[in-house]
């Protein structure tokens, strides 16, 4: 956790995730009734995120994970809304709500 928290350059952007990863589900829920205005970047970062996800998996793994291993990863149904509640901490003034 650790290391992949060091990932983040930005301190803001650690504290973020750390915040994000205490949420129970019902607090990830919130932040599905928000929207990114500019879509092109929400996809971009969405992009690097699942790669860095996918990184951290072969990591813990200790090999070049799968399609199979993605699939099955425990973290998996997580990690989108956990993006966009990152997202829209990080990025407030580039959502709207639905």
């Known amino acids: ?3 992949e928290l060091q990932s983040f350059t930005s301190t803001d952007d650690q504290a973020i995730i750390r915040q994000v990863d205490q949420f129970s ?3 990830l829920d919130v932040f599905q009734a ?3 205005v500019d879509l092109r970047h929400y996809n ?3 992009l690097e995120w699942l790669r860095t996800e996918v990184y951290f998996l072969g990591c813990r793994l200790c090999h070049q994970p799968t399609c199979d291993d993605i699939l099955t990863n425990p973290d998996r149904p997580r990690n989108s809304r956990r993006f966009r509640a990152y997202y829209c901490m990080r990025y ?3 959502v709207y709500k639905v």
């Open 1 to 3: 956790m650790v290391c």
């Open 25 to 27: 589900s019902e607090d």
């Open 34 to 36: 928000y929207c990114p």
């Open 44 to 46: 971009t970062l969405q």
């Open 92 to 94: 407030a003034d580039r």
